[in-house]
T-cell receptor, first 114, second 114 residues
């Protein structure tokens, strides 16, 4: 069974640009969550999608948005990039959204904003 | 904000020794999960322990949970060089039914000396 696939793996963008990251969950998984990892703040929850609906959102500005498609694939978008947005963005898929559901992570997309 | 706090921040031991990492958290939880991350790559799910469980084993891993002290420990027995990685605990809070995404600690960086 294929794992969680994130594309691209690496990305370099200029301040002010926007970026779209993609995540394909494990087949059959309907929940996708996104996390940002930085050396200073560690791993922080961005948002969660289930059945094409955003269920929860972390404490991030509106420049961070996402969506989920009918095949459960998800994208996240960051507009008006800032230097501080440089981070490893991790996507996790789960079978459902129950509290005791295990989350499986992809390899991440490393975004560098210059 | 970070709920989990791993201790120690870094740990270096000889191959074959046991490694113990601790995690403390602040709010009531549905479950606590441990993850491993190699060199800024994706997170690998190790084990999930529910709030009504006290101990769980998986291969060379042993996890304990003390909800009265809001703490957990991860023991890796007979460590190997391949265990060198960062280890994170993540909690699913009980309020809102654990639907706010996982809250991660800052991690313990484990180095196994050959």
């Amino acid at each position: 069974k294929a794992g969680v696939t994130q594309t691209p793996r690496y990305l370099i963008k200029t301040r002010g640009q926007q970026v779209t990251l993609s995540c394909s969950p494990i087949s059959g998984h309907r929940s996708v969550s996104w996390y940002q990892q930085t050396p200073g703040q560690g791993l922080q929850f961005l948002f969660e999608y289930f059945s094409e609906t955003q269920r929860n959102k972390g404490n991030f500005p509106g420049r961070f948005s996402g969506r989920q498609f009918s095949n459960s694939r998800s994208e996240m978008n960051v507009s008006t990039l800032e230097l501080g947005d440089s981070a490893l963005y991790l996507c996790a898929s789960s079978l459902s959204t129950g509290p005791n559901t295990e989350a499986f992570f992809g390899q991440g997309t490393r975004l560098t904003v210059v | 904000s970070q709920q989990g706090e791993e201790d120690p921040q870094a740990l270096s031991i000889q191959e074959g020794e046991n490694a113990t990492m601790n995690c403390s958290y602040k709010t009531s939880i549905n479950n606590l999960q441990w993850y491993r991350q190699n060199s800024g790559r994706g997170l690998v799910h190790l084990i999930l322990i529910r709030s009504n469980e006290r101990e769980k084993h998986s291969g060379r891993l042993r996890v304990t949970l003390d909800t009265s002290k809001k703490s957990s420990s991860l023991l890796i027995t007979a460590s190997r060089a391949a265990d060198t990685a960062s280890y994170f605990c993540a909690t699913a809070p009980v309020w809102r039914g654990g639907a706010d995404g996982l809250t991660f600690g800052k991690g313990t960086h484990l180095i196994i000396q050959p």
